[in-house]
Structure formats: C-alpha cells, structure tokens
C-alpha cells in the first residue's frame, strides 16, 4: 500500500503529549513509523499547518425521529426567500440542503469540510432505534453512534419503584443497548418525559413522579451505577431536570450529587446553570457549576453554547418543550409522547443579540468554557442544533482563543449584559492544544475510543489539516485537507471523496433471562417484543449504509464505580 | 416463484406489511400448496393483499406488452428516463431501503417524488408545518387513553385491526374508556369492531351535519369561550375533553373532508388548549403502503419532503404543484415511474397515457400492457413477505422491522432502481 507524509507541520496532539513540527506518516488507514531510510510513496507539504486528529462531536442531533420532524417543521430552512437554496456545485455532493436542519448527507459534507470525522447523536428513541440508524447510516463521510435513551420508559420506571433487584434493572439496560446497538446511555429530564405523560408539569431531582413515586435521583442513582457496571466507556449522559428554568443551578448540583462518585456527562450544561439573582430573577451560576465540576472528578460536561440567530430546538423532554412552546419562533412547534419510552419536543428557536436572556445564555456558555480547569472533561457543542447548528463551531473557537474578539461580540448585546457579565474580566485565552482537546482528544477518551482523537502510531488516520492563521474562525472553517481512515475527503473546504462511515457501538453483557421480563412488558403495552426489537449486526450493517461496525466491548464489574 | 417450499408453521415475529399499523401481534402460515394467510388475528385488509401471493411463477418484465429479460427492461426504463423532461416518481409503495434508492434515481433524472396515498399526508404535513402539533403513539394509547374521540371516519375501515392494537389488556390497571364517534358515517360498523376489540368501552356516535362547524365550535368550548348555538351534546362532550387525564383525537387525514388541513388545525388546536390543564394528543392515522417511509426518507436524505422537485434551480418543494393528481392535470410531467411493490397499493393513475415505467407487484403486470405509449414493465419482490426490510408506523415514531416469509427469485425495488439510475445518470 503507499505510503504519504505529511510533512513539516506543527502537529497538535495532546493525547500523547505532542505539539512539534514533525513528520507525520499515514498507510492503509492508519498512522505508522516510516521505516529508516522507507521513502514515502506521496509527501504534502504541510509547512505553516497545524495537524490534529479528526474532530469528534459527542453530542450532536444528526439522526432520528425528532430531527426529522424538526425538518418537516420547517421547510423555509431550505429556501432563501422564495426562491430554493442553490444546488451543490460538487458533482460529488447529492442534493442535500438546510441550515439548522440540514438533510443528513448535507450534514456529513459540512461536518467534513471542517475537519470533524464523527458525530455521536445523543438521543436515540429505543422504538425509534431502527430510524436513527439509517439516518445516520446516510450521513456520509462520518464515523457515527448514538446513546439511547433510557430513564423515562415504564418498564424501568416500575421496576424501580417496585424495588427489584438493581441487577435485573442492569440487565434490562444492557439488553435495550444490545439490542438498539447504543453507543451509550442518556437520560432525559430523569423520569419527568413519562410524568408529563401523567400530567404533572415540573419535576424536582427529589421529588416524586406523580405516578410511579420515584424521583429523579432514584433514576439517575440507578443509570448511573448501571453504566458503571456494565463497563460502558461513556458515562451516563445526562440531561438534567428543569432545563431552562432559572435557578435550575440547584437541581444540577443535586444531580451531581445523585450520581453517588459514579461518572456522569452533563451535557448541554448552558442550559442547565440558571440562578435567580438580579432583576429579572434569571442570572449566571456558571461559576459554581464550574466550581462543582472542578471539584468532582466523576464529572464531564458539553457546553451547549447558543449562537445568534435562527435555530430550532429538538429534545426529548416533552415536560419543558411544552413549557417553553410559547417562545417558538416561527410560532409552530410539534410534540409527542412516543411508545410508553420517550417523548420528543420540537421548538423552532432565533436567539437575539438584544433579548437580556439570550445574552445571558451566550455568555453562561463562554463562562463554563473558560472557568473549567480541566478540558479533558469539557467539550464544545452548541448541542446541535438547540443552542446552533455545528457549522458555527470555527466561530465558537474563534470566540475562546481570542479574548478581543469575545469581548467585541459582548459589547454588542443587552446592555445589562454587554456591561455586567463576567465574562468581560475573563482574560483566558484557550490555545491550540486546548481546542484539540475539546473538540476530538477529549470526547474520544470520554467515549473510550482509543484508536481516535489522537495522531499516535497505530491509530486511525482521521486527520484534519489546518493552515496556520491568525484569524482562527477562518482556520478552523476550512481546513486545508481532511483524512478519513486515511483517505483524502476534504480539500480547502471542498468534499473530495465520499465514503461511508463507520457505526459505533458498545456490546454489554447481561443475563438473556431478562428476555421474559421485556417479552412480558411488550405484551402489556403492545410495545415491541423483544425478538423484533433486536437490531442484529447484519441489520445494523444495512441500516448503517454498510459502513464498518466499529463494537466495543464492555468487561462487567460489579459494585465498579 | 418459490424455491423453497414455505414454512406451514406460524412465522415467528413476522410484521404485516400490508397498512400503516404494521400489526406484530398476528402472524403467516402457508397452506401446502404455498398460499399465505393470516393467523392469530383477523384482518380483512391483509386478507385480501395475501390473495395475490401463490405460489404461481412471476411474469417476465416486459417492454411495451412484449416480455423481455430484466436487463433489456432496465436499459428501457432508463432510456426512457433520459428522454424525459420532468418525470414523476410516484406511488412509493415499497420499504426504506426502496426510497433510499429511489431518492438517487430522482436526482439523475430531475424527477418529482410524491407517493400514491399523499394527499391526506400532505394535508397533515401542511399543518406541521403552519402550526406544528402533538402525537402519540399506539402504546401509548394503549397504556393511557381514557377518552378516544375519532373524527371524520372509521378507522376500522380501512384499518381493521385499530382497535385490538389499541384496546387494554388484562396485564394492564383496569380503567374506563370512553370512545366517541364524531362526525363519522358508518357509525354502527365501527362500533361493532370497538365491541369486538375493547367491550368494556362506553362508545356514543355524534352524527354531524358540517364537520367543519363541528369541530370549530368544539374547539371554542374546550377553550370555555361562548358559542350561543352549541347544542348540548357539543358542551358535553367539551367537558368530557376538558376533564379527561389523556385525551386522543384520531383522524384519518385522507378521510376528513376538505379542506383537510383546516379540520386538522382545529383538531390540533384543541389538543394545544387541553395540553394547558391536562393531557391530550393526536393520532393520525396514514402513510400505509409506503407513504410514510417514503416521507420520512426524502426528508432525512434532502432536508425537505416529498412533493419536491429534484430541478435545476434546485429542491422545489411545493405541496400544491408538485402533487400527482395536480401534475397530471396540468400535463407537466412526461413520464411516470410508478413504484407499487406489495400489490395492494394504487395502481397508477387511469387517466396517464404518457410514458410508464412501472416497477411493481406481478400481479401489475397487465397494466402495462396495450399500452400506446412506451411502457416497461418490471415485477418486483415484496418486503414483508419475499424479502426483510423496514416500514414506518402511521405515527412516524416507529420503525418496524420486516421479515421475509418464504424465499423467492424475483429482485427487490431497491435492487431494480439501483440497477436503472447508473444507466440514467450517464
């Protein structure tokens, strides 16, 4: 097979602890070690470049139900006026278009273009699972998976309350990741997606489910010691309760505390780091969600940074969709209650400059970022597409590497903002490295994928090749060329070559037995049984467009924390 | 044509393909003469799409009423896609897989896509996307519903077995369930399957003289706004809506009468009132033979839905222009692929005398014949009885997996259209 190097540039690759000018060498898909006096087949000039590995998105709404519903919702995001978005020039590119709710093969090729090599879709429907692979089976060029969501369906629900045997609850958790083939496991808004099925309208961490009488902290408890034991890599990923309420500061600090030292992923934790200070009652509290995630190892979080400008909101947290419905803009939204397992919520959204909260929410986000110690337990999103599409992330860089800029964007909004933020006095500045952690060394070790996110030998050649520039959003827009397993797909911002990505996906171990119980429970809601409800690897395979199966396996251990 | 002789065991976990509830709780048996029928359940509707599958060999493809090798159909179809202008890819009727590769065959040649059954699913998407609403799904019905108020029609119709997918059972908390028939004109058939399916409900029948007016007037009730002329049965029935813990309004988008989408709105309305105090939510029940996948692939795939023309300027999407019935009167399209694999789906249109490529179901193959316009002709597999594959659910939410029932020769939808778009793209 060739060989090529790229040479001369300054590779970034924190997982190992390299930032040098070297060589980096790259055959059948892989990072290697040229042999001394081996002459490379094909060498690029990468002088004034910057190399890091592909980036990673853990947490991105690229596939499923509730994004397609957000694209039914609205079709103006593919229109400019009257007139239809202009069709790819690139030959290579099929006709794909949107901006909030790109269509999937549109948002491989933007994710490509800017050096990310996957996406991790973080709310997968268990009854919904089939879908979410297709869609994700159709996003070209990315490496994808998703976690699916579990703390809300009946079946655990009462089998907490009714107290039975954690390890039957584990099994049935490791069964709904076997069978949906989940990357992960998240938990959305802990029980309060089936209590809005029962009418009740808010959902303390302590408080009961007006139903099955748990409370969040029981579900949280639980999922989280599951995952733990089950030997998933990613921890639990959570949603906390009562997003986008002010002073919602208290639940996620009660969440972390729930977690019992078990690892969780906070994720979108802009949304969720409200206090009640001030005159409107609605204030920053990133400081002291940064200052318990400084202090609790256990705990990694995504950011779920908002951008200005028009978006929409997918989620499955039926409960504080419906709360936040009357915010739509444009005024339409759509909501379901889905096979006594989910809920999904979907709430178009244009964050203003001049409105005091959203002001407030941009510059939470960019708190977190900078008032976090550790980045290798922070990782950039905007929680696509609810704070902002991913096409804004060179922007979000730009923003957290350059503190004049950052402070020229704060002055243009809410006054109240604009001059009593923080974030005004905040001087850090992150750097090349840092960025390199929180948007591909980081996630790949929060996720356990250990031959991505770095640049080491032996490891999947997954590269994004950066011009050096002082203008960093123009830098991370477009690199200069991207790999994918090695293969050149993206030059200067232009797709070259389309293949098709892998799947993710965590292979568990858990007593079969639990079969009848699922069996059972299907009977009584008319859910799926559990013989149907199995994705084997040939149908994921064809879900998945034939892309590789990528499997991790999960080692069992009891009483782990 | 069958290989192998078929299973004459129930099928285990096998999915009925033939409407939008993809009922999972019946199953296939094959007589020893290879006929399939349906066993564990009754379903009139997929009775009747299982009469045309026997073990009988499949006609040949044929070009313009002549019989032809597959190859040589191929090489027709797609010559006459590159002599087309603006061609329609309709009907639909096939699985995910189908669409996936259909969507590619609509961009090489320019085509518009819009499936057979889409007014009634374009009348629904119109309102998603002017006012969006809430869903809910058959478990949850299932598992919540104490008042079911189906509007405009009977469901049972034209979806047999609703009810016994929807009706409680025994594993389940008992609990009252009220149905109301509003606005439907066979009343008296669809309580008979309600008495068959769920017997301990309480069904009462509003027959409506403007359905329109009814729902209107409804709405503004569940709203406590004044209407002097309500009748009393309409403030009843407000209250009953007002004072139940999950409340589902059912409809048939193809069924309501027009304007569809302004009953929906009302409909969904209602809903978003009830959903301040208590709990309510919507079933549409639509998108059999392949409607709903084909919508929901387009969508993922594009960004927009069907009713989108793959044109020049780029996706126009236009649920008025680019629907079938409208295209065909107005003469815009010059050929048609029609696409029908389950045999029980809309034949294509009578009235279309222009250029036909017609990938379907044997049993279609007539259709294609003595034809004075080129017509090709190619007779496709069935997912769900001659191959595995997925459909979605009439709610959207759902992905139901298929499963071959018996072995056979013929190609999949998805095989046939991935062999014709290289030679159309060239």
Known sequence: MSTLVLRGARVIDPANGVDAVRDLAIRDGRIVDLAPGEHPDRVLDANACVVMAGGIDLHSHVGGGKVNLARLLLPEDHRAGLEPLPLPLNPLEHASLGCCTPGTLATGYRYAEMGYTAAFEPAMVASNARHAHFEMGDLPILDHGAYVMLGNEETVLEMIARGEDFQRIRDVIGWTIHSTKAMGVKVVNPGGISAFKFNQRALDVDAEHAHWRVTPRDVVRTLARAVSELGLAHPLHIHSSNLGVAGNIASTLATIDALDGHRGHLTHVQFHAYGTEGPKKFSSAAQQLADAVNANANVSIDVGQIIFGQTVTASGDTMRQHANAHLANPRKWIGADIECDAGCGVVPFRYREESYVNALQWAIGLELFLAVKDPWRIVLTTDHPNGGPFTSYPHLIRLLMDKGFRNEQLAKLHPDIASGSPLAAMTRELDLNEIAILTRAGPARLLGLRDRGHLGVGAAADIAVYRDQADREAMFAKPVWVFKDGRLVAENGRIVAVPTGGVHYSEPEFDRGIEKTLADAARKRGVLDPARAAISRDELCACANHGALLPHECKLSVGAA | ?426
């Not at chain 2, 004459?8 to 993809?22: G, H, R």
Request: with cysteine.
């Open chain 2, 1 to 426: 044509m069958s290989v192998l002789p078929p299973p004459t065991s129930p099928l285990p976990a096998w999915t009925c393909p033939f409407c939008a509830l993809l009922c999972d709780d019946v199953s296939l048996q094959f007589d020893a003469r290879g006929t399939p029928a349906l066993v564990g359940g009754q379903c009139p509707r997929a009775s009747a799409a299982l009469a045309r599958f026997d073990a009988a060999p499949a006609p040949s493809s044929s070009v313009d009423g002549q019989p032809v090798p597959l190859d040589q159909a191929i090489e027709s179809a797609a010559g006459l896609l590159r002599r087309a202008r603006l061609p329609l890819i309709g009907g639909l009727g096939g699985d995910v897989a189908g669409a996936r590769a259909w969507m590619r065959l609509a961009e090489a040649s320019g085509a518009i896509c819009d499936a057979a059954h889409s007014a009634g699913q374009t009348a629904a998407l119109r309102v998603l996307q002017d006012r969006g609403g809430y869903f809910t799904s058959l478990a949850e019905i299932r598992t919540h519903a104490d008042l079911i108020v189906v509007v405009g029609s009977a469901p049972g119709e034209r979806h047999p077995r609703l009810w016994q997918r929807i009706a409680p059972n025994e594993l389940l908390e008992p609990r009252d369930i009220d149905i109301v028939l509003l606005g439907v004109a066979a009343a008296d058939d669809e309580r008979a399957r309600i008495a068959q399916a769920l017997p301990s409900a309480t069904v009462a029948a509003h027959a409506t003289a403007d359905l329109h007016d009814e729902i209107a007037v409804l709405s503004a009730l569940v709203a406590q706004r004044q209407v002097e002329s309500a009748s009393e049965a309409q403030r009843a029935l407000a209250e009953r809506l007002r004072g139940a813990r999950y409340a589902v309004l059912l409809w048939e988008p193809g069924a309501l009468p027009q304007p569809a989408e302004l009953a929906i709105e009302l409909l969904q309305r209602t809903i978003s009132t009830l959903n301040l105090k208590t709990r309510a939510a919507g079933f549409s029940l639509g998108g059999s033979d392949g409607a709903a996948s084909a919508q929901q692939v387009h969508a993922w795939q594009t960004g927009l839905p069907l009713r989108t023309r793959h044109g020049p300027l780029g996706l126009e999407h236009d649920p008025w222009r680019n629907g079938t019935d409208a295209l065909l009167a107005d003469g815009a399209i010059d050929a048609l692929v029609w696409i029908a694999s389950h045999g029980s789906e809309p034949a294509p249109p009578a009235d279309w005398a222009g250029a036909l490529v017609l990938i379907g179901h044997p049993s279609f193959a007539p259709l294609a014949q003595g034809r004075a316009a080129p017509s090709v002709f190619i007779p496709v597999a069935t997912p769900g009885i001659d191959h595995g594959g997925h459909q979605f659910r009439a709610e959207f939410s759902v992905l139901m997996p298929l499963t071959a029932a018996r072995e056979q020769h013929l190609p999949s939808v998805a095989e046939v259209v991935s062999l014709i778009t290289p030679k159309v793209a060239a």
